[in-house]
């Protein structure tokens, strides 16, 4: 053996003592001993995993639930609607309060006639007029606007703004319908500003004489356009020109459903005046609701699928 080549340390050596050996005949640890643990405990049941209360990487957080008279319902998603859906809607809504709107729309009837000097054979050809002004969804205010003349007696300007509250009043009808609230003459009543809702008429009143001085294009547009002025009045609490531009911009971002809409609720009320206007007292409240109806849909609002109740 060379002088480079280390020596085993348990190769005996001459003259040095003999290393013990392992009389088992095993190999020694190598490493530190491990100390028994204990049987190991069975698997639990799976947890089921828990749903986050916020969205993750931080998106919008989900929109509260309203609770109504069918329970809890939440914000339903905006976006277009179908004319038959609509409609539907409000037939359901109808068969289920049927004396309530027909009294309310006897009720339009009778003012509207009073302001403007209606006689009983003149029933039917105001009636129209009703069903006209309703059928568009801008209401009364404006709608009397264009069946009375704008300087014929100051009768019927006041009559204008008293169909405008009598519109709202309907208005907010159609949507405690649209939520599950059964209307009735005690809740007709309860809107948040009269003197909004009148504003609002006057607003309305004037756009529509200056749309009638443009060729009558303007009053087209309006008619268009304005459908939900006061549900945005009633509903969200908007002021009268913030109404206006809002429901400008609500249907000309949902142009198409909302103008089939308004085109259905046409021809229907149109229909329902022929029989001496009688149908009306069925197509006027069908078309106030389905109106408030398209509103809580492109809106995101509450609606309750169930029947209304008390």
């Known amino acids: 053996m060379s002088e480079n080549t280390p020596q085993n340390p348990y190769e005996p050596s001459a003259g040095g003592p003999t290393p013990p050996q392992n009389p088992s005949g095993s190999t020694p640890p190598t490493g530190p001993t491990e100390l028994p643990t204990g049987p190991t405990p069975p698997p639990g049941p799976a947890q089921p995993p828990v749903a986050p209360s916020q969205p993750p990487y931080g998106g919008p957080a989900q929109p509260p639930a309203y609770a109504g008279p069918e329970g809890t319902y939440g914000t339903q998603p905006s976006g277009p609607f179908a004319v038959g859906e609509a409609l539907g809607f409000a037939w359901n809504r109808f068969k289920g309060n049927w004396l309530f709107w027909v009294l309310f729309v006897l009720l339009l009837v009778i003012v509207f006639g009073i302001f403007n000097g209606s006689t009983i054979s003149e029933y039917s050809d105001r009636a129209n007029d009703v069903a006209e002004a309703q059928a568009t969804g801008v209401g009364m205010g404006m709608g009397i606007g264009t069946g009375v003349s704008f300087g014929s007696t100051s009768l019927g300007i006041v009559g204008s703004l008293i169909l405008s509250v009598l519109s709202a009043l309907g208005i907010n009808a159609a949507l405690r319908e649209v939520s599950g609230e059964k ?127 008390a």
């Not at 198409?256 to 329902?272: P, Q, T």
């Open 183 to 309: 209307a009735t003459w005690g809740n007709l009543f309860k809107i948040s500003s009269y003197g909004m809702v009148i504003l609002t008429g006057l607003l309305l009143l004037v756009a529509n004489f200056i749309g009638l001085l443009l060729c009558g294009l303007g009053a087209i547009a309006l008619a268009i356009f304005a459908p939900f002025t006061y549900h945005h009045v009633v509903d969200k609490s908007l002021g009268a020109w913030t109404a206006l531009t809002s429901s400008f911009r609500l249907v000309g971002q949902n142009f198409g459903a909302v103008f089939l809409l308004e085109l259905a609720l046409l021809g229907i009320n149109i229909l329902g005046s022929i029989p001496c206007g009688l149908g009306l007292f069925i197509t006027l409240p069908l078309s106030i609701v389905a109106m408030a109806f398209a509103f809580r849909r492109l809106t995101g609002g509450p609606i309750s699928a169930g029947p209304a109740a």
